[in-house]
């Protein structure tokens, strides 16, 4: 018995270095996000890990239990405290165990998944905490917000969080890009009397696609605009476009089904959980004659948009072209997805990065959707001209240029 554990030993010895503990799995960085429902942390890992998440009480806390793993990573980089973590620890309670320990400041329900490597990321394990009463709070000034009668737009900043969408040859993000434009465009509308924004993502956290249209349909929207910047290996390539959902079936335009296999793959990069997956197709739900309706009012808006963009800078696709975008499935509110511009063009990606860019971007938004509701019979024209005293100021000085702030 003794000869054959020393030979075990001996061949273990005379392997490379790394192979005899390949089986350990090295948690090598951590990130925390913050929304408004819920706090997520995402270990990154060099593989996959067996674990367990379980909650403790009084106090409260989180535990995640992880086999055949050790910490590389630092917890004291963590933005911390969070609206729900107040603390992070970690220990070995077991031989070859590392816990991670969460103080939470209240019950919260949690909910973790791997990630396999995609899109240049490395396995990871996602530990998010939900919190209901949150939740809950959102839906109830949702709806007040709509007992006010007040036209109500979904601002909704594409990517966030995990996933940051496309990356410009100077770094710039289009994650960041989107929330600097939806934040100036949700100041806009709500300095207009009669009308409310209401941002799908208000911070730099991860929103799944699903739960976007869920947002805007809770909030009662009668618009909604997903803000994007888009990405091509061509560095001259330039121009906004505006694309509205295909009705049904494939989608006929080459570069419009590309594009949004790219936008529909949001949710991989971003990290969904198994139970969060659904068929964002709600057309069964909806009768024929309602659907064209919306589909028609859904175009009509983006050539409103489209004409008022024309002012601002270049235009890829003079008319609107339609997909299958999971995020404007809330086929009863018209709905555009809009790319801002090239964000793999240099010139255009310094032109984004631009505040007062920014705020032209978010001010020809504002008027094609003013001119569609004008169009639908929805807004009076009051023959008021916008100026300095009614609309934000773009040189204020709590605005930066990556729109991070508020």
Not at 178 to 187: D, H, I, K, P
Not at 321 to 341: C, G, H, N, Q, W
């Amino acid at each position: 018995m003794k000869k054959g554990f020393l030979r075990v030993a001996m061949l273990l010895a005379l392997l490379p270095p790394g192979v005899a503990h390949a089986a350990v799995t090295e948690v090598r960085d951590v990130r925390l996000w913050t929304a408004p429902d819920h706090s997520r942390l995402v270990f990154d890992l060099n593989r996959p890990v067996k674990y367990q998440v379980f909650r403790l009480h009084q106090p409260e806390r989180i535990v995640i239990d992880m086999r055949s793993a050790r910490l590389k990573a630092r917890f004291d980089r963590l933005a911390l405290p969070d609206p729900v973590i107040s603390g992070v620890r970690h220990g070995k309670p077991a031989k070859g165990v590392l816990r991670v320990v969460l103080d939470v400041k209240e019950k919260v329900q949690p909910r973790s998944f791997l990630l396999k490597p995609m899109h240049g990321k490395p396995n990871r394990l996602v530990i998010d905490l939900m919190r209901p009463q949150q939740a809950q709070k959102q839906a109830v000034q949702a709806s007040r917000a709509h007992g006010r009668r007040k036209l109500v737009i979904a601002v909704d900043a594409g990517h966030g969080g995990e996933d940051p969408g496309a990356i410009g040859p100077r770094r710039f993000r289009e994650k960041d890009v989107t929330l600097a434009v939806a934040r100036r465009l949700a100041r806009i509308i709500n300095a207009r009397p009669g009308m409310q924004a209401v941002l799908i993502r208000k911070g730099d956290y991860f929103v799944p696609l699903n739960k976007r249209w869920k947002l805007a349909r809770a909030a009662h929207a009668d618009m909604m605009i997903s803000i994007h910047a888009d990405s091509v290996r061509r560095r001259d390539v330039k121009g906004a476009s505006v694309y509205t959902l295909s009705e049904r079936g494939a989608t006929e335009d080459k570069a419009a089904r590309a594009l949004a296999a790219k936008e529909n793959a949001a949710d991989e990069v971003g990290g969904v959980a198994f139970d969060q997956v659904q068929d964002p197709t709600v057309s069964r739900i909806l009768g024929d004659m309602f659907r064209r309706d919306s589909l028609n009012s859904s175009q009509i808006l983006a050539e409103e948009i489209i004409g008022k963009m024309k002012r601002v800078g270049p235009i890829k696709y003079d008319v609107p072209k339609r997909a299958r975008f999971a995020v404007l499935s809330a086929m009863e509110i018209p709905s555009v997805l809009v790319e801002l511009d090239y964000i793999s063009n240099p010139s255009r990606e310094r032109k984004l990065r631009d505040a007062k860019h920014q705020q032209r971007l978010a001010m020809a938004l504002f008027d094609g959707s003013v001119s569609f509701f004008r169009k639908m019979g929805r807004l009076k024209d009051d023959g008021r001209r916008r100026n300095a005293k009614h609309m934000p100021s773009v040189s204020s000085s709590r605005m930066v240029a990556s729109g991070l702030t508020e």
